[in-house]
Protein backbone atom coordinates (compact mmCIF):
# COMPACT_ATOMS: atom_id res chain seq x y z
CA UNK A 1 0.00 0.00 0.00
CA UNK A 2 1.39 3.27 -0.53
CA UNK A 3 2.55 5.62 2.25
CA UNK A 4 -0.10 7.91 1.63
CA UNK A 5 -3.13 4.93 2.21
CA UNK A 6 -1.46 4.84 5.61
CA UNK A 7 -2.22 8.57 6.71
CA UNK A 8 -5.40 8.62 5.06
CA UNK A 9 -6.61 5.84 6.73
CA UNK A 10 -5.19 7.36 9.97
CA UNK A 11 -6.95 10.78 8.98
CA UNK A 12 -10.03 8.82 8.65
CA UNK A 13 -10.02 6.56 11.87
CA UNK A 14 -9.26 9.33 14.27
CA UNK A 15 -12.75 11.86 12.04
CA UNK A 16 -14.58 8.39 12.35
CA UNK A 17 -13.94 8.60 16.76
CA UNK A 18 -14.85 12.17 16.29
CA UNK A 19 -18.05 11.15 14.56
CA UNK A 20 -19.08 8.52 16.92
CA UNK A 21 -18.39 10.72 20.12
CA UNK A 22 -21.10 13.30 18.69
CA UNK A 23 -23.28 10.42 17.02
CA UNK A 24 -23.66 9.60 21.02
CA UNK A 25 -24.00 13.07 22.35
CA UNK A 26 -25.58 15.53 20.08
CA UNK A 27 -29.15 13.50 20.79
CA UNK A 28 -28.29 13.76 24.25
CA UNK A 29 -27.10 17.32 24.18
CA UNK A 30 -30.90 17.64 22.94
CA UNK A 31 -32.61 15.70 25.28
CA UNK A 32 -30.94 17.63 27.88
CA UNK A 33 -32.90 21.03 26.60
CA UNK A 34 -36.60 18.84 25.44
CA UNK A 35 -38.35 16.19 25.69
CA UNK A 36 -40.42 16.70 22.95
CA UNK A 37 -40.15 13.86 20.36
CA UNK A 38 -40.98 15.67 17.13
CA UNK A 39 -38.02 18.24 18.12
CA UNK A 40 -35.33 14.90 18.81
CA UNK A 41 -36.13 13.66 15.30
CA UNK A 42 -35.63 17.38 14.06
CA UNK A 43 -32.24 17.05 15.21
CA UNK A 44 -31.47 13.44 14.04
CA UNK A 45 -33.38 14.33 11.17
CA UNK A 46 -30.71 17.53 10.12
CA UNK A 47 -27.71 15.29 9.61
CA UNK A 48 -29.35 13.77 6.63
CA UNK A 49 -30.93 16.49 4.88
CA UNK A 50 -28.11 17.30 3.34
CA UNK A 51 -27.78 14.34 1.11
CA UNK A 52 -31.58 14.63 -0.12
CA UNK A 53 -30.72 17.99 -0.88
CA UNK A 54 -27.71 18.55 -2.64
CA UNK A 55 -26.18 14.80 -3.13
CA UNK A 56 -25.93 14.66 -7.03
CA UNK A 57 -24.70 18.49 -6.54
CA UNK A 58 -22.32 18.07 -4.18
CA UNK A 59 -20.61 15.23 -6.28
CA UNK A 60 -20.52 17.42 -9.37
CA UNK A 61 -19.08 19.75 -7.36
CA UNK A 62 -16.87 17.32 -6.17
CA UNK A 63 -15.27 16.29 -9.67
CA UNK A 64 -14.79 19.64 -10.31
CA UNK A 65 -12.48 20.63 -7.22
CA UNK A 66 -9.36 19.05 -5.98
CA UNK A 67 -10.22 16.01 -3.82
CA UNK A 68 -7.65 16.52 -1.67
CA UNK A 69 -8.43 20.43 -0.81
CA UNK A 70 -11.94 19.77 -0.77
CA UNK A 71 -11.16 17.14 2.33
CA UNK A 72 -9.12 19.06 4.50
CA UNK A 73 -10.84 22.31 3.80
CA UNK A 74 -14.15 20.23 4.96
CA UNK A 75 -12.64 18.99 7.90
CA UNK A 76 -10.80 22.31 9.06
CA UNK A 77 -14.75 24.30 8.52
CA UNK A 78 -16.34 21.74 10.47
CA UNK A 79 -13.44 22.22 13.51
CA UNK A 80 -14.26 25.83 13.43
CA UNK A 81 -18.07 24.73 13.19
CA UNK A 82 -18.24 23.23 16.28
CA UNK A 83 -16.69 25.95 17.99
CA UNK A 84 -20.16 27.57 17.91
CA UNK A 85 -22.24 24.91 19.98
CA UNK A 86 -19.62 24.72 22.71
CA UNK A 87 -19.47 28.71 22.61
CA UNK A 88 -23.52 28.43 23.12
CA UNK A 89 -22.82 26.05 25.70
CA UNK A 90 -20.09 28.42 27.95
CA UNK A 91 -22.62 31.24 27.40
CA UNK A 92 -25.71 28.74 28.45
CA UNK A 93 -27.93 29.84 24.99
CA UNK A 94 -27.60 26.25 23.24
CA UNK A 95 -30.97 25.46 21.70
CA UNK A 96 -32.63 22.99 19.23
CA UNK A 97 -32.77 24.94 16.33
CA UNK A 98 -28.84 25.58 16.97
CA UNK A 99 -27.72 22.26 17.53
CA UNK A 100 -30.38 21.18 14.37
CA UNK A 101 -28.42 23.56 12.51
CA UNK A 102 -24.68 22.59 13.13
CA UNK A 103 -25.91 18.68 12.50
CA UNK A 104 -27.41 20.20 8.99
CA UNK A 105 -23.75 21.60 8.45
CA UNK A 106 -21.93 19.08 10.00
CA UNK A 107 -23.90 16.65 7.45
CA UNK A 108 -23.11 18.85 4.52
CA UNK A 109 -19.41 18.43 5.45
CA UNK A 110 -19.74 14.66 5.46
CA UNK A 111 -21.22 15.02 1.99
CA UNK A 112 -18.33 16.65 0.35
CA UNK A 113 -15.42 15.50 2.64
CA UNK A 114 -16.86 11.36 1.94
CA UNK A 115 -17.41 12.08 -2.03
CA UNK A 116 -14.03 13.43 -2.17
CA UNK A 117 -12.32 10.37 -0.20
CA UNK A 118 -13.91 7.94 -2.54
CA UNK A 119 -12.58 9.88 -5.56
CA UNK A 120 -9.24 10.71 -4.57
CA UNK A 121 -8.64 7.01 -3.26
CA UNK A 122 -9.17 5.14 -6.58
CA UNK A 123 -6.01 7.62 -7.60
CA UNK A 124 -4.23 7.13 -4.75
CA UNK A 125 -4.65 3.51 -5.35
CA UNK A 126 -3.83 3.73 -9.23
CA UNK A 127 -6.99 2.08 -9.66
CA UNK A 128 -5.97 -1.34 -8.96
CA UNK A 129 -8.92 -3.59 -8.03
CA UNK A 130 -6.93 -5.58 -5.29
CA UNK A 131 -5.04 -2.70 -3.89
CA UNK A 132 -9.05 -0.99 -3.40
CA UNK A 133 -10.55 -3.97 -1.63
CA UNK A 134 -8.06 -4.35 0.85
CA UNK A 135 -7.94 -0.20 1.51
CA UNK A 136 -11.77 -0.48 1.38
CA UNK A 137 -11.59 -3.16 4.17
CA UNK A 138 -9.13 -1.10 6.42
CA UNK A 139 -11.05 1.31 6.57
CA UNK A 140 -14.47 0.14 6.74
CA UNK A 141 -13.19 -2.03 9.69
CA UNK A 142 -12.04 0.77 11.26
CA UNK A 143 -14.60 2.51 10.95
CA UNK A 144 -16.69 0.47 12.10
CA UNK A 145 -14.49 0.01 15.62
CA UNK A 146 -14.34 4.11 16.12
CA UNK A 147 -17.83 5.19 15.81
CA UNK A 148 -19.71 1.62 16.39
CA UNK A 149 -17.85 0.50 19.59
CA UNK A 150 -15.39 3.36 21.05
CA UNK A 151 -16.91 6.87 20.03
CA UNK A 152 -20.53 6.24 21.45
CA UNK A 153 -19.29 5.27 25.09
CA UNK A 154 -16.58 7.77 24.78
CA UNK A 155 -19.37 10.69 24.00
CA UNK A 156 -21.75 9.47 27.34
CA UNK A 157 -18.31 9.72 29.06
CA UNK A 158 -17.47 12.91 28.05
CA UNK A 159 -21.04 14.37 28.45
CA UNK A 160 -20.91 13.17 32.10
CA UNK A 161 -18.17 15.87 32.00
CA UNK A 162 -19.90 18.94 30.89
CA UNK A 163 -21.78 19.27 27.66
CA UNK A 164 -18.97 21.12 25.70
CA UNK A 165 -16.70 18.52 26.12
CA UNK A 166 -17.56 15.75 22.92
CA UNK A 167 -18.13 18.56 21.11
CA UNK A 168 -14.42 19.90 21.79
CA UNK A 169 -13.00 16.25 21.35
CA UNK A 170 -15.25 16.02 17.78
CA UNK A 171 -13.23 19.72 16.63
CA UNK A 172 -10.28 18.57 17.78
CA UNK A 173 -10.74 15.18 15.47
CA UNK A 174 -11.91 17.12 12.80
CA UNK A 175 -8.40 19.56 13.17
CA UNK A 176 -5.78 16.45 13.21
CA UNK A 177 -7.92 14.73 10.45
CA UNK A 178 -7.62 18.09 8.33
CA UNK A 179 -3.45 18.34 8.73
CA UNK A 180 -3.47 15.07 8.13
CA UNK A 181 -5.21 15.18 5.12
CA UNK A 182 -2.78 18.15 3.98
CA UNK A 183 0.16 16.33 3.65
CA UNK A 184 -1.23 13.38 1.06
CA UNK A 185 0.61 13.69 -2.22
CA UNK A 186 -1.65 15.95 -4.38
CA UNK A 187 -3.23 14.26 -7.04
CA UNK A 188 -3.53 15.76 -11.00
CA UNK A 189 -7.24 16.66 -11.93
CA UNK A 190 -8.65 14.36 -14.14
CA UNK A 191 -9.48 15.78 -18.00
CA UNK A 192 -11.59 18.56 -17.60
CA UNK A 193 -15.37 18.10 -19.59
CA UNK A 194 -16.56 20.44 -21.57
CA UNK A 195 -17.71 23.43 -19.88
CA UNK A 196 -21.53 22.70 -18.76
CA UNK A 197 -23.63 24.23 -16.25
CA UNK A 198 -23.41 22.35 -12.73
CA UNK A 199 -26.67 21.09 -12.74
CA UNK A 200 -26.42 19.49 -16.27
CA UNK A 201 -23.33 17.85 -15.09
CA UNK A 202 -24.93 16.87 -12.18
CA UNK A 203 -27.59 15.23 -14.49
CA UNK A 204 -25.21 13.81 -16.58
CA UNK A 205 -23.46 11.77 -13.68
CA UNK A 206 -27.06 10.36 -12.33
CA UNK A 207 -27.80 9.73 -15.72
CA UNK A 208 -24.52 7.14 -16.12
CA UNK A 209 -25.69 5.21 -13.16
CA UNK A 210 -28.70 4.91 -14.33
CA UNK A 211 -27.63 4.05 -17.69
CA UNK A 212 -25.11 1.74 -16.73
CA UNK A 213 -26.85 -1.68 -15.60
CA UNK A 214 -23.70 -2.87 -13.36
CA UNK A 215 -23.48 0.74 -11.49
CA UNK A 216 -27.22 0.27 -11.22
CA UNK A 217 -27.33 -3.14 -9.39
CA UNK A 218 -24.76 -1.80 -7.29
CA UNK A 219 -26.72 1.46 -6.26
CA UNK A 220 -29.73 -0.86 -6.10
CA UNK A 221 -28.79 -3.12 -3.51
CA UNK A 222 -27.95 -0.43 -0.46
CA UNK A 223 -31.39 1.78 -1.28
CA UNK A 224 -33.13 -1.24 -1.25
CA UNK A 225 -31.22 -2.47 1.26
CA UNK A 226 -31.70 0.68 3.57
CA UNK A 227 -35.31 0.50 3.53
CA UNK A 228 -35.26 -3.43 4.91
CA UNK A 229 -32.67 -2.48 7.52
CA UNK A 230 -34.80 0.95 8.02
CA UNK A 231 -37.83 -1.11 8.84
CA UNK A 232 -35.89 -3.33 11.23
CA UNK A 233 -34.29 -0.74 13.05
CA UNK A 234 -37.06 1.49 13.67
CA UNK A 235 -39.13 -1.39 16.07
CA UNK A 236 -36.01 -3.44 16.68
CA UNK A 237 -35.88 -2.22 20.55
CA UNK A 238 -39.43 -3.05 21.00
CA UNK A 239 -39.11 -6.37 19.20
CA UNK A 240 -36.18 -7.17 21.41
CA UNK A 241 -38.01 -5.45 24.48
CA UNK A 242 -41.20 -7.05 24.05
CA UNK A 243 -40.66 -10.30 22.27
CA UNK A 244 -36.89 -11.21 23.66
CA UNK A 245 -37.21 -9.57 27.48
CA UNK A 246 -34.10 -7.51 26.76
CA UNK A 247 -33.60 -5.25 28.92
CA UNK A 248 -31.40 -1.65 28.26
CA UNK A 249 -28.15 -3.18 28.40
CA UNK A 250 -29.18 -6.13 26.56
CA UNK A 251 -30.19 -4.39 24.03
CA UNK A 252 -26.56 -2.38 24.09
CA UNK A 253 -25.15 -6.15 23.47
CA UNK A 254 -27.29 -7.10 20.64
CA UNK A 255 -26.28 -4.17 18.51
CA UNK A 256 -22.07 -4.70 19.51
CA UNK A 257 -22.97 -8.29 18.30
CA UNK A 258 -24.12 -6.73 15.09
CA UNK A 259 -21.07 -4.37 14.88
CA UNK A 260 -19.12 -7.91 15.64
CA UNK A 261 -19.76 -9.46 12.58
CA UNK A 262 -19.78 -5.95 10.38
CA UNK A 263 -15.72 -6.13 11.24
CA UNK A 264 -15.56 -9.58 10.32
CA UNK A 265 -17.30 -9.30 6.56
CA UNK A 266 -15.09 -6.32 6.24
CA UNK A 267 -11.87 -8.36 7.43
CA UNK A 268 -13.00 -11.20 5.02
CA UNK A 269 -14.58 -9.18 1.83
CA UNK A 270 -10.77 -9.66 0.01
CA UNK A 271 -10.94 -13.05 0.51
CA UNK A 272 -14.72 -13.73 -0.55
CA UNK A 273 -14.30 -11.69 -3.79
CA UNK A 274 -11.09 -13.66 -4.80
CA UNK A 275 -12.41 -17.45 -4.28
CA UNK A 276 -16.07 -16.59 -5.24
CA UNK A 277 -15.45 -13.94 -8.01
CA UNK A 278 -16.75 -9.61 -6.84
CA UNK A 279 -19.71 -10.56 -8.61
CA UNK A 280 -21.12 -13.80 -6.64
CA UNK A 281 -19.74 -13.05 -3.50
CA UNK A 282 -22.24 -9.82 -3.70
CA UNK A 283 -24.85 -11.98 -4.05
CA UNK A 284 -23.91 -14.59 -1.93
CA UNK A 285 -23.95 -11.55 1.01
CA UNK A 286 -26.92 -9.95 -0.05
CA UNK A 287 -28.68 -13.09 0.53
CA UNK A 288 -27.33 -13.89 3.26
CA UNK A 289 -28.49 -10.79 4.86
CA UNK A 290 -32.02 -11.23 4.07
CA UNK A 291 -31.68 -15.37 5.40
CA UNK A 292 -30.47 -13.37 8.80
CA UNK A 293 -33.30 -11.07 8.92
CA UNK A 294 -35.77 -13.79 8.80
CA UNK A 295 -33.75 -15.70 11.32
CA UNK A 296 -33.88 -12.44 13.38
CA UNK A 297 -37.84 -12.28 13.12
CA UNK A 298 -38.19 -16.36 14.01
CA UNK A 299 -35.43 -15.78 16.88
CA UNK A 300 -36.86 -17.94 20.34
CA UNK A 301 -34.52 -16.19 22.20
CA UNK A 302 -31.80 -13.29 22.91
CA UNK A 303 -28.73 -15.71 21.61
CA UNK A 304 -30.06 -16.27 18.29
CA UNK A 305 -31.15 -13.01 17.61
CA UNK A 306 -27.40 -12.09 18.33
CA UNK A 307 -26.19 -14.69 16.40
CA UNK A 308 -28.87 -13.37 13.16
CA UNK A 309 -27.78 -10.00 13.48
CA UNK A 310 -23.88 -10.90 13.91
CA UNK A 311 -24.54 -12.51 10.35
CA UNK A 312 -26.50 -9.77 9.26
CA UNK A 313 -23.49 -7.30 10.11
CA UNK A 314 -21.28 -9.65 8.40
CA UNK A 315 -23.37 -9.59 5.36
CA UNK A 316 -23.11 -6.09 5.61
CA UNK A 317 -19.63 -5.34 6.72
CA UNK A 318 -18.62 -7.49 3.15
CA UNK A 319 -20.86 -5.83 0.61
CA UNK A 320 -19.99 -2.39 1.86
CA UNK A 321 -16.37 -3.17 0.92
CA UNK A 322 -16.47 -5.00 -2.01
CA UNK A 323 -19.11 -2.54 -3.75
CA UNK A 324 -17.58 0.51 -3.11
CA UNK A 325 -14.23 -1.06 -4.24
CA UNK A 326 -15.50 -2.38 -7.63
CA UNK A 327 -17.60 0.85 -8.23
CA UNK A 328 -13.85 2.98 -7.44
CA UNK A 329 -12.14 0.62 -10.15
CA UNK A 330 -14.53 0.84 -12.87
CA UNK A 331 -15.77 4.38 -12.60
CA UNK A 332 -13.88 7.20 -14.91
CA UNK A 333 -11.62 9.57 -12.64
CA UNK A 334 -13.63 12.71 -14.26
CA UNK A 335 -17.13 10.78 -12.57
CA UNK A 336 -16.29 9.86 -9.38
CA UNK A 337 -17.91 12.34 -7.07
CA UNK A 338 -20.95 12.00 -9.65
CA UNK A 339 -21.55 8.63 -9.11
CA UNK A 340 -20.20 8.29 -5.57
CA UNK A 341 -22.43 10.94 -4.47
CA UNK A 342 -25.91 9.59 -6.75
CA UNK A 343 -25.55 5.86 -5.23
CA UNK A 344 -25.11 7.59 -1.65
CA UNK A 345 -28.38 10.22 -2.19
CA UNK A 346 -30.22 6.72 -3.52
CA UNK A 347 -29.67 4.65 -0.43
CA UNK A 348 -30.19 8.10 1.96
CA UNK A 349 -33.69 9.55 0.10
CA UNK A 350 -34.62 4.75 0.86
CA UNK A 351 -34.20 5.69 4.73
CA UNK A 352 -37.35 7.20 5.82
CA UNK A 353 -38.97 5.03 3.46
CA UNK A 354 -37.79 1.94 5.15
CA UNK A 355 -38.51 3.84 8.68
CA UNK A 356 -42.06 4.83 7.94
CA UNK A 357 -42.50 1.09 6.33
CA UNK A 358 -41.60 -0.42 9.65
CA UNK A 359 -43.81 1.28 11.40
CA UNK A 360 -46.81 1.08 9.41
CA UNK A 361 -46.15 -2.49 9.24
CA UNK A 362 -45.81 -3.04 13.37
CA UNK A 363 -48.64 -1.19 14.24
CA UNK A 364 -51.37 -2.70 11.50
CA UNK A 365 -50.06 -6.18 12.29
CA UNK A 366 -47.33 -7.26 14.52
CA UNK A 367 -43.90 -6.63 15.92
CA UNK A 368 -42.15 -8.92 14.01
CA UNK A 369 -44.12 -8.40 10.69
CA UNK A 370 -41.33 -5.40 9.62
CA UNK A 371 -38.79 -7.95 10.37
CA UNK A 372 -39.89 -10.60 8.22
CA UNK A 373 -41.19 -8.09 5.22
CA UNK A 374 -37.65 -6.84 5.13
CA UNK A 375 -36.16 -10.53 4.62
CA UNK A 376 -38.39 -10.94 1.65
CA UNK A 377 -37.83 -7.66 0.59
CA UNK A 378 -33.81 -8.20 0.90
CA UNK A 379 -34.04 -11.93 -1.00
CA UNK A 380 -36.16 -10.38 -3.43
CA UNK A 381 -34.01 -7.56 -4.18
CA UNK A 382 -30.61 -9.95 -4.43
CA UNK A 383 -32.46 -12.14 -7.24
CA UNK A 384 -33.26 -8.99 -8.92
CA UNK A 385 -29.46 -7.85 -8.92
CA UNK A 386 -28.33 -10.63 -9.51
CA UNK A 387 -27.92 -10.43 -13.20
CA UNK A 388 -26.90 -6.91 -12.70
CA UNK A 389 -23.95 -7.38 -10.51
CA UNK A 390 -22.62 -10.90 -12.31
CA UNK A 391 -19.01 -12.24 -12.08
CA UNK A 392 -19.44 -12.09 -16.42
CA UNK A 393 -20.49 -8.38 -16.54
CA UNK A 394 -17.87 -7.60 -13.16
CA UNK A 395 -15.06 -9.03 -15.63
CA UNK A 396 -16.21 -7.19 -18.79
CA UNK A 397 -16.07 -3.74 -16.79
CA UNK A 398 -12.98 -4.34 -15.17
CA UNK A 399 -11.40 -5.19 -18.68
CA UNK A 400 -13.20 -1.98 -20.07
CA UNK A 401 -11.28 0.26 -17.46
CA UNK A 402 -7.79 -1.13 -17.37
CA UNK A 403 -8.01 -0.80 -21.68
CA UNK A 404 -9.49 2.44 -20.77
CA UNK A 405 -6.85 3.67 -18.97
CA UNK A 406 -4.13 2.43 -20.93
CA UNK A 407 -2.24 5.40 -22.96
CA UNK A 408 -3.96 6.35 -26.54
CA UNK A 409 -6.81 3.61 -26.12
CA UNK A 410 -10.37 4.97 -26.43
CA UNK A 411 -12.80 5.00 -24.13
CA UNK A 412 -14.97 2.20 -24.20
CA UNK A 413 -18.52 2.58 -25.22
CA UNK A 414 -19.86 0.06 -23.02
CA UNK A 415 -18.63 1.62 -20.13
CA UNK A 416 -19.26 5.58 -21.19
CA UNK A 417 -22.27 6.93 -22.72
CA UNK A 418 -22.03 7.37 -26.35
CA UNK A 419 -22.53 11.21 -26.88
CA UNK A 420 -23.59 13.95 -24.29
CA UNK A 421 -26.82 13.84 -26.06
CA UNK A 422 -27.58 10.91 -23.95
CA UNK A 423 -26.42 12.18 -20.67
CA UNK A 424 -28.85 15.29 -21.03
Given at each position: ?60 L??R???R ?19 A ?16 L?G ?21 P ?13 Q ?6 A ?6 A ?5 R??P ?34 Q??A ?42 D?Y ?10 T ?17 T ?8 A??G ?17 A?A ?5 M ?9 L ?18 M ?22 R ?33 A ?20 L?
Open positions: MPTGFGRLWTAQTVSSLGDGVTHAALPLLALTLTRDPMALAVVAAAGTLPWLLFGVLGGAVDWDRRTMWVTDAARAVLLVIPVGVVLDVLSIPLLAGVAFLLGGLFFDTAATAYLPDLLRRDALLERANSRLRGATAMSGFGPPAGSLLALGAFLLADAVSFLFSALLVRTLPAMPRPVPEVRESLLRARGASYVFRNRLLLGLALRPAVGNIAFLAVETVLALFAHDRLGITGFGLLLTAEAGGLLGAGIASFLGRRLGGTALTCTAVELAILGLAAAPNPYAAGLLVCGAGGATMVLAPSRQAIVPAHLMGRVASTSRLAMCAAPIGALLGGWLATTYDITPLYAAGVLLLAMTAVTASMTSNRRVDAALRAAQADSPGHPTPKDLVPESAADS
